[in-house]
């Protein structure tokens, strides 16, 4: 239903994954798991807070995917799609038709705080998350508008990580 007046957008960054080797990033680098488990507490606590996303994208990185399967299973969202423009440098402002409702997107930094401070109009950089971390915004009458900015320890109890 394009056209409507509001819509939320939920950014989810991928949880802590292995190590780049030699300095350089892999698609195949999986969550560690330290990073599984904090996902999954950020995943559960967003939900009972009362979270839900109509939709899903994940970057295909298999560290992404990962996080975004946690989210499924936490309850955060009921559908799940691979998304090419959510790679690291990808073309993330075409992933945002028009649309209605509530839709996250699980990738990378520094895309998804840049893609923020596109929408809201904020420099470059201003914006950054945390492993784990989201943001989340809200569209009201064609208006960007910043409704939270969480890092991982807001969310949940640091011991039980």
Not at 57 to 69: D, G, H, K, M, N
Not at 110 to 116: C, E, H, I, S, T
Not at 124 to 144: C, D, E, F, P
Request: aromatic share 2%; proline share 6%; charged share 25%.
């Amino acid at each position: 239903m394009p056209g409507s007046n509001s819509a939320d957008l939920v950014l989810l960054r991928h949880g802590i994954a292995e190590p780049r080797q030699a300095g350089r990033d892999h698609p195949d680098r999986a969550l560690t798991a330290a990073g599984r488990q904090r996902t999954r507490l950020v995943m559960a606590a967003l939900v009972k807070r009362g979270l839900r996303l109509d939709r899903l994208l994940t970057s295909p990185y298999r560290r992404a995917l990962q996080t975004a399967e946690l989210a499924l299973e936490a309850g955060l969202a009921s559908t799940l799609a691979l998304d090419e423009r959510l790679e690291p440098g990808g073309d993330l402002a075409t992933v945002l038709t028009p649309f209605d409702g509530a839709i996250g997107l699980v990738g990378h930094e520094p895309d998804l705080g840049d893609l923020a401070c596109g929408l809201l109009g904020c420099p470059q950089g201003a914006l950054v998350l945390k492993k784990a971390g989201v943001i989340q915004l809200r569209r009201s009458a064609g208006q960007w508008q910043l409704k939270a900015l969480l890092r991982p320890a807001l969310l949940i109890d640091e011991l039980s990580c």
